[in-house]
């Protein structure tokens, strides 16, 4: 009798899945899927990113909460599925004891926390007998197919684009074993419908996200039979169902792996045409790929303050305006509108997360790690790796050549937002507004509509910042050696 199991992470799917496929290698008479409900996915303890900022908040929303139960219970209808809490290095090796468990199969994380987590229940299973193996999946490429050592991963996304694009394929997803020694029970089926149960349904207006690898599949097959096709046209738009894929929730969760979504879209361009927006889409997923590999690069550098090019900047740390830009208070609507929908249902398009993490950046200047924090713990698609590369990117200490990049909110929302319709729908204080009123009230008719006055003077705040960011780089021989390697990078 050898039994196995494969601990999931971020990687809730059967297809595509190397782990499981080098579980069933060793011809197992049983596999388990185990699932540590705790750090660093979930918790329901205390969230805090010191020294900056401590609340007690779960560091999973509900809705990302809501998304990783209904993936879970997608597998527990086909597999052998338990759930466990805690600390993974503390509950995984005695669960594989009592179990008999032999050795257990995972994907391998980048990230810091998530790396000393995998290391502490390799050590802890090594000093029993046994073990943990570690493979690579949730990615386009493996570290090997790319075509330098990660220590030279180009600082320009673009050069890292066309450096994999020229020499780089990617590889056909593994199927989905047919037959898996592994029964599900109903018992957790029903233990992960009651945890469901008790938590909020989805916002009206939120995207019908249903978390799963069999939600996940269907929702790309119907994506890629039209609307992909119009997609760089419409991908930064701000309100609808097609505008953009969506997709996010499925791909952090690993309901849906990357490669199986190349090779549909492959598949969708075979059958009706490639054109740019198909293009495009694979465009944004080399993004993706890009932070994953910035983090394996540049681990906890990725998380500090100066961020990679260890810019020494005065960041503000001033509760009140966090409070505002959380709540949607700030006075600015596109960026208010932008936040309530954040709070309201997990998730914004990737438009309004530019303009308020600008905002938060270029006009409040504080701390961005608040910022980065603070979407942690509200999105349904929250990935370590596109999360905090993208936050550093916007506060200008990671890979950005333009270095200083900002957000005009009243111009974004006249270009995105052309009829007033998204701020409308997340800032009722305004439905009276017409455009382009609505935009930017006047301030002697706020006090009426109970709409807040700026919490910052625009343009001074970002003249604060700019100046402030330029005399930074300037006084730091890295910033400058780096801003300087940025623009020789350029294509
Ligand atoms: C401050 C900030 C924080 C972000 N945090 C996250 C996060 O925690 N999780 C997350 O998945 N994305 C994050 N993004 C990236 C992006 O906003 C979302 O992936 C995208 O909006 C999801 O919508 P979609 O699936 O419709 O994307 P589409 O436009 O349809 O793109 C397809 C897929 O490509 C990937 N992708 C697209 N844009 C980016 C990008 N800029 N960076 C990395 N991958 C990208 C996503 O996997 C996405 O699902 C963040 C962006 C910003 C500016």
């Known amino acids: 009798m050898s039994r196995v199991a494969v601990w999931l992470l971020n990687d809730l799917r059967l297809h595509d899945h190397p782990a499981l ?138 050069r890292f684009r066309q450096l994999v694009e020229r020499t780089t394929t990617v590889k056909p997803p593994l199927p989905t074993p047919t037959a898996l020694p592994s029964e599900p029970d109903p018992q957790v089926q029903e233990k992960l419908r009651q945890r469901l149960a008790g938590l909020p349904s989805l916002h009206p207006q939120s995207f019908p996200f249903v978390g799963g690898e069999t939600a996940g599949q269907a929702w790309v097959r119907t994506y890629f039979q039209d609307a992909v096709f119009t997609y760089k046209q419409t991908r930064n738009a701000l309100q609808g169902r097609t505008f953009s894929s969506h997709f996010s929730p499925w791909l952090a969760a690993g309901c849906l792996s990357p490669r199986w979504v190349y090779a ?140 200083f990049r900002w957000f005009d909110p009243v111009r974004q929302a006249k270009l995105y937002d052309p009829e007033g319709s998204f701020i409308r729908q997340w800032v009722p204080e305004l439905r009276s507004c017409a455009v382009p009123r609505v935009y930017s009230p006047e301030p002697s008719i706020r006090p009426s509509l109970r709409y807040p006055q700026p919490v910052v003077d625009w343009q001074r705040s970002l003249a604060y910042a700019k100046d402030t960011y330029w005399r930074a780089v300037k006084g730091s021989p890295k910033g400058n050696q780096l801003l300087k390697l940025f623009q020789d990078d350029e294509p």
């Not at 032999?102 to 391998?108: E, S």
């Open 264 to 403: 549909e879209l492959r598949a969708a361009e075979k059958a009706r045409g490639a054109n740019e927006s198909t293009y495009w889409l694979f465009f944004e997923l080399l993004w993706r790929e890009y932070f994953r590999w910035l983090v394996a690069r540049w681990g906890a550098k990725v998380f500090s303050l100066g961020g990679i090019q260890g810019l020494r900047l005065p960041w503000r740390r001033e509760k009140g305006l966090f409070s505002a830009w959380i709540a949607g208070q700030t006075g600015y609507p596109i960026v208010d509108a932008a936040m309530r929908e954040l709070a309201a249902t997990g998730w914004t398009s990737n438009r309004a997360r530019q303009i308020v993490a600008s905002f938060l950046t270029k006009n409040l200047f504080l701390d961005w790690r608040w910022g980065a924090a603070y979407f942690e713990t509200q999105l349904n698609d929250y990935d370590v790796y596109s999360n905090w590369g993208n936050w550093l990117y916007q506060a200008g200490v990671g890979t950005d050549g333009r270095g």
């Open 21 to 158: 496929q080098a579980a069933l290698r060793e011809r197992p008479t049983e596999v388990t899927f185990v699932y540590v409900w705790g750090p660093p996915t979930v918790e329901w303890g205390i969230f805090s990113f010191p020294p900056s900022w401590e609340e007690e908040r779960p560091r999973a929303s509900v809705w990302r909460q809501r998304f990783l139960l209904e993936a879970l219970l997608d597998l527990a209808k086909r597999v052998r599925l338990e759930l466990l809490f805690g600390e993974p290095h503390q509950v995984l090796p005695a669960w594989a004891a009592q179990r008999g468990i032999l050795a257990l199969y995972a994907h391998r994380e980048w990230a810091p926390e998530e790396q000393a987590y995998q290391q502490a229940v390799a050590e802890a299973l090594h000093r029993q007998g046994h073990r943990l193996h570690l493979l690579e999946g949730n990615s386009l490429f493996e570290q090997a197919q790319l075509p330098f050592p990660i220590e030279g991963l180009p600082l320009l996304f673009t």
